[in-house]
């Protein structure tokens, strides 16, 4: 296999970002495939995120004129870039963070959806018309273009998550500063090339600030989170980093939309097909290493059924190919950096101090990749739904815990502080029914005979409690980049006022 760093190198340059741009700054970027080093980029200041925001809001005052069709035409043409460089963009996802090339390539067709779902959006910006209690009165609602969006996002979809963010805030007819995360900016240097290529196929009529990328620490992040001309925050990552942001941007009366952590669960029950349950357990616990914020993380399994799914899963656990994720055989690839895999041993040490029995979980391959950290991934049999089960660890580890009835099954489930995904493998429509009702799974995710992960863009994504209760993607996600005004239209020759209030001189 090439040497990551002349891969990234040469795949940068096809997608139109400059060697220079690469080359002498502080933020050293990593590929997690062997450690070695990708990049030394130059960060921004607080000084530049200033200038950013403020160029953004210059290009938000034009954009929001231009009409919503028209707007949905950029983004379509982004669509198309992206399209001609789906393989660049997804090998270079490979690289930087780390998945298998499937999984890469599948996050950049995640963007080409995202993309195509918002150039039909920009037809469908609609708003309800009201009756209204007064003779000769029309009441309607309108959506306005909202302002300058912040989008902060995590490492482990370096270019899917700006994109949900992106395509409709574009169509919206808002501007966007994007902090992506510090371990994965080369991807967004990347995207913002594809934008650019995009941007200047449109022509004058999309202005100068429209995107803008902002490389840096945790500081860049809290600059935009600061910045009152900031509209809506939109912010991706640990449940820790929402904590501090959330409390920032409410303090000026700005909007938040958090995508935070999840501790996402499967329940497995007495009438499942278990060849279902194990081929979507696995994929969802043991794929993209466990990093995706739906993976599953906890397997709640009828007591009758226990034994042997826990022994199929670890069956197919043991068969689970490891190794660098380009290689086309590959279904595990690397922990992001050498914080993840000691994150990871320090839950596997507390879960077994709680008595829990751990299978896997080891280091993998260190002897090949000294400065990488591969695991095999962790099955975690569980006397009960500890304070280590409870907490997020992002990493491969699934946690079991079996249960008798069914009620208890949700009552275990529910009792996490995340609220992400959810899914329940099971053939008896009462109890599928009642995972789903309101009496069920407590996410924003709630899934029958699939994982957890995976979820295609049509439908809204987020998640409750700790995760933060922010929705984007499909469904109506596209209000959060909106302002909505509500009219009252008089074409009457007398002024009625509403709740037969008199008022005449
Ligand atoms: P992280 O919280 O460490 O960092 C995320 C981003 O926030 C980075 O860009 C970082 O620089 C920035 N940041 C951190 N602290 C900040 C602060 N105080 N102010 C402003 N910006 C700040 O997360 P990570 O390790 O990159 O990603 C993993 C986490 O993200 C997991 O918890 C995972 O569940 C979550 N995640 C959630 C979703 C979702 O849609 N719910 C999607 C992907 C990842």
């Known amino acids: 296999m090439t040497a990551p760093a002349t891969q990234t190198h040469s795949l940068l340059e096809r997608l139109g970002v400059p060697a220079e741009a690469l080359r002498g700054g502080p933020l050293a970027v990593r590929s997690p495939i062997d450690g070695s080093a990708l990049a030394q980029l130059p960060v921004h200041t607080a000084d530049d995120v200033s200038r950013m925001v403020g160029e953004a809001q210059s290009a938000f005052l034009a954009w929001r004129s231009v009409p919503a069709p028209r707007r949905g035409e950029l983004i379509r043409l982004l669509g198309e870039e992206l399209r001609a460089e789906k393989e660049a963009l997804g090998a270079l996802v490979s690289l930087e963070a780390g998945k298998i090339l499937t999984e890469g390539l599948g996050e950049v067709q995640e963007m080409i959806d995202i993309c195509d779902f918002a150039v039909g959006l920009s037809r469908q910006l609609h708003g309800l018309t009201i009756a209204s209690e007064r003779p000769g009165h029309r009441m309607m609602e309108s959506w306005h273009p909202l302002g300058v969006v912040g989008v902060i996002s995590a490492f482990n979809f370096p270019a899917a998550v700006w994109s949900w963010n992106f395509a409709l805030a574009i169509v919206c007819g808002d501007a966007v500063v994007w902090k992506p995360s510090e371990k994965t900016p080369l991807t967004a240097l990347a995207c913002q090339a594809l934008f650019e290529r995009a941007a200047r196929r449109f022509g004058a009529q999309a202005p100068a600030g429209l995107s803008c990328v902002a490389i840096g620490l945790r500081d860049i992040g809290e600059a935009i989170v600061d910045d009152a001309r900031v509209a809506l925050l939109s912010a991706t990552g640990s449940t820790r980093m929402g904590r501090e942001v959330g409390p920032r941007v409410a303090q000026r009366f700005g909007r938040c939309l958090l995508e935070l952590g999840g501790n996402n669960a499967v329940v497995v029950t007495p009438s499942a097909d278990l060849d ?81 029995k751990v299978h896997g979980g080891e280091r993998a391959l260190a002897e090949a990749w000294p400065d990488a950290y591969y695991v095999r991934p962790a099955i975690v049999e569980m006397p009960s739904q500890t304070a280590t089960v409870r907490h997020e660890t992002f990493a491969p580890i699934l946690y079991v815990m079996g249960y008798e009835r069914f009620e208890d099954a949700i009552a275990m489930h529910n009792d996490v502080p995340q609220g992400l995904s959810s899914a329940v493998f099971g053939n008896d429509l009462r109890e599928t029914e009642q995972f789903l009702s309101a009496a069920g799974s407590d996410c924003g995710i709630a899934n029958v005979n699939i994982g957890t992960s995976g979820a295609e863009i049509g439908g809204a994504f987020g998640g409750e409690k700790e995760t933060g209760g922010g929705r984007e993607s499909g469904s109506d996600a596209w209000r959060n980049y909106m302002r909505r005004a509500t009219n009252t239209i008089n074409y009457s020759r007398s002024l009625p006022l509403a709740q037969g209030v008199r008022f005449d001189v």
């Open 276 to 356: 279902l349950a194990v081929r979507g357990i696995l994929f969802a616990a043991a794929g993209t290493a466990g990093q995706r914020c739906t993976t599953t993380r906890r397997l709640i399994v009828h007591e009758s059924v226990r034994e042997t799914l826990v022994a199929r899963l670890r069956k197919a656990y043991e068969k689970l190919p490891i190794g660098d994720p380009r290689e086309p055989g590959t279904l595990v690839g690397p922990l992001i950096d050498r914080a993840a895999f000691e994150a990871m041993q320090s839950a596997l040490g507390a879960a077994a101090q709680e008595g829990g």
